[in-house]
T-cell receptor
């Protein structure tokens, strides 16, 4: 079983709509959680950290469910520029210095 | 802050040649990571360093790959001899030593071995 699993998508979303997707992680002792976005042919960039109480950054909301071991990302009022691959990232069991990346969820926002 | 700096941005080389990729991490970051990304295999961790010391190189594909970090501001990833299957984007990333911090990635080196 992979440490971090994501639905690869693509999630096709009309502009202005809301999209949400999850990521599951296998290590119950994981402590750090992040969402990264990666545009085509670019490096991954940190979108937001995910805190236990959930957090919001503009149109983006991240949630953590420790009991079910998943994190979620919700994008409201989708923009064309939100089209990207969103990577779920979790710290690993053997070393908190090393983060484990999911394979990514592709989001395509259409006009 | 200039961010993580990688060079070259693009590299095209012939099979059998030596390739050296370079990375300058963000000043003050204790961890440095080398990743490889392909369409087929996604993002793969090759090796990472903590305070210039290699901690985990289990992701290095084979002996043709080697990485060094002679000081806190510089690291290299070398492939010798290179093969067409090494074609990929190689990313370097760094992060602070404190918990709950994510990585900052460099722009990557797009390597093509012909």
């Amino acid at each position: 079983r992979k440490e971090v699993e994501q639905d690869p998508g693509p999630f096709n979303v009309p502009e202005g709509a809301t999209v949400a997707f999850n990521c599951t992680y296998s290590n119950s002792a994981s402590q750090s959680f992040f969402w990264y976005r990666q545009d085509c042919r670019k490096e991954p960039k940190l979108l937001m950290s995910v805190y236990s109480s959930g957090n919001e950054d503009g149109r983006f909301t991240a949630q953590l469910n420790r009991a079910s071991q998943y994190i979620s990302l919700l994008i409201r009022d989708s923009k064309l520029s939100d089209s990207a691959t969103y990577l779920c990232v979790v710290n690993t069991a053997d070393s908190w210095g090393k983060l484990q990346f999911g394979a990514g969820t592709q989001v395509v926002v259409t006009p | 802050d200039a961010g993580v700096i990688q060079s070259p941005r693009h590299e095209v080389t012939e099979m059998g040649q030596e390739v050296t990729l370079r990375c300058k991490p963000i000043s003050g970051h204790d961890y440095l990571f080398w990743y490889r990304q392909t369409m087929m295999r996604g993002l793969e961790l090759l090796i990472y360093f903590n305070n210039n010391v290699p901690i985990d190189d289990s992701g290095m594909p084979e002996d043709r790959f080697s990485a060094k970090m002679p000081n806190a501001s510089f690291s290299t990833l070398k492939i010798q001899p290179s093969e067409p299957r090494d074609s990929a984007v190689y990313f370097c990333a760094s992060r602070p030593g404190m918990a709950n911090y994510g990585y900052t990635f460099g722009s990557g080196t797009r390597l093509t071995v012909v």
